[in-house]
């Protein structure tokens, strides 16, 4: 009779992400809404500023939208990164003409306005100084701007921090922090991507099932949409360059590569990109869900392999989640990989174990110790199901 007790936990992304970009990531649309795109890259202490200078981390190890930009990165595991916010915002009438910017940092800004560069402090600064006259990380700038939606992008890198060392990054003007609801991902007034989404979420090519992928123009267009593994591979040009028309339009993926071969089982990321005649561009590119609780974790114990029982693990997610579950000694080594990054759906979810290991031999009468994590899924993920191991 096997016995077991079990724990719970949900991976971060990538382990060292801020806790508060990922409870703010999927409050808002990826693209054509409020709010400004953003990508955060792992650095080197010894390249920092690098946008991706960590050989391990090459790729945005997060990507999302924030509303605006007013954040504290306020522990030891929020040093050597870079980040990347990008999009429009908006300036009233009553603010049109010379308006004062300002970067509150710690470490590193460049800000850009239509293009321009009109803040450049790409250096390591200390945060002690904010708030003296002394300050080093507070720079500003007046620039003209006339009423209407200008290009914005701000690039920032933190290098080293501790427990206890507040490193602020805030963008205000004419004195105040710039607030949500003049952000945009994109000017309304040209070219946008509007109203993605997919149906089934799920579905099994290998029994002739597809998926539809909805999607509105603000005008006429030539389209490309691709689609990737969870890692960026390339598995799809479902469309390249073709017109499309202002309004609703929709493609089916048969769930197969380009080589006519079904997928993998797994969650499937689709980019689509949008160019008119005239030369505007949008691209809708997903962010990453809300990070996945795991809620109510119980199972069936104790149970006897021996007789042929099972143990039902059973468990909440309070999002869509690739999850993982393992089993094994605590304090000694891992026995079996019951769910390897699977994509499982929010809600009421269960695993069986037969109480076997990796080799399929039953385990020793005795205690085990079951962990669980949780990914985000990347939001609009497709998920294919159906196919042979």
Same mark, same amino acid.
């Given at each position: 009779m096997s016995r077991w007790v079990c724990t719970s936990g949900s991976r971060r992304r990538l382990r060292f992400v801020p806790v508060f970009l990922l409870l703010l990531s999927g409050a808002l649309p990826a693209f054509g809404g409020a709010g400004l795109y953003v990508e955060f890259f792992k650095d080197t202490p010894t390249q920092w500023g690098g946008f991706g200078s960590d050989p391990n981390f090459p790729k945005p190890y997060y990507t999302g939208v924030d509303a605006n930009i007013d954040f504290i990165f306020g522990n030891n595991v929020n040093q050597y990164f870079s980040a990347r916010?990008?999009?429009?915002?908006y300036v009233p009438s009553d603010m049109a003409g010379?308006?004062?910017? @300002?970067? #509150?940092?710690?470490d590193g800004a460049r800000l850009f306005l239509d293009d321009q560069l009109v803040l450049d402090f790409w250096r390591k600064q200390a945060h002690q100084t904010i708030g003296t006259p002394q300050d080093q990380c507070t720079h500003s700038a007046t620039v003209n701007l006339g009423e209407g939606y200008h290009r914005f992008k701000l690039e920032y890198f933190e290098w080293e921090g501790g427990e206890g060392d507040a490193d602020p990054c805030r963008v205000c003007w004419n004195g105040e922090v710039i607030p949500a609801?003049?952000?945009?991902?994109?000017?309304?007034?040209?070219?946008?991507? @509007?109203? #993605?989404?997919?149906t089934p979420g799920l579905f099994n090519p290998t029994a002739g099932e597809s998926c539809t992928i909805h999607y509105s123009l603000s005008a006429d267009a030539n389209v490309t949409i691709t689609l990737a593994d969870r890692g960026g591979s390339l598995v799809r040009w479902l469309v390249n360059a073709a017109p499309r028309s202002q309004g609703a339009n929709s493609e089916v993926w048969d769930g197969r590569d380009e080589a006519g071969a079904v997928v993998p089982d797994d969650v499937y990321i689709y980019t689509i990109e949008a160019e008119t005649s005239a030369g505007d561009y949008a691209v809708y590119s997903p962010g990453t869900g809300p990070d996945p609780g795991v809620a109510n974790f119980r199972?069936?114990?104790?149970?006897?392999?021996y007789q042929g029982q099972t143990c039902a693990i059973s468990y909440n997610l309070s999002?869509?989640?690739?999850c993982r579950v393992r089993i094994g000694l605590q304090n000694g080594p891992l026995l079996r990989t019951l769910v390897d990054w699977e994509p499982r759906w929010s809600g009421p979810n269960t695993e069986v174990w037969d109480g076997r290991d990796e080799s399929g031999n039953i385990v020793p009468v005795g205690m085990y110790l079951i962990a669980i994590w949780a990914d985000p899924m990347p939001i609009n993920g497709i998920v294919t199901v159906g196919q042979a191991p």
């Open positions: 916010w990008r999009g429009y915002v010379p308006i004062g910017f @300002t970067t #509150v940092t710690d609801g003049y952000f945009f991902t994109e000017d309304p007034s040209e070219l946008a991507i @509007t109203e #993605v989404s997919h199972g069936t114990s104790p149970f006897n392999p999002a869509h989640a690739l």
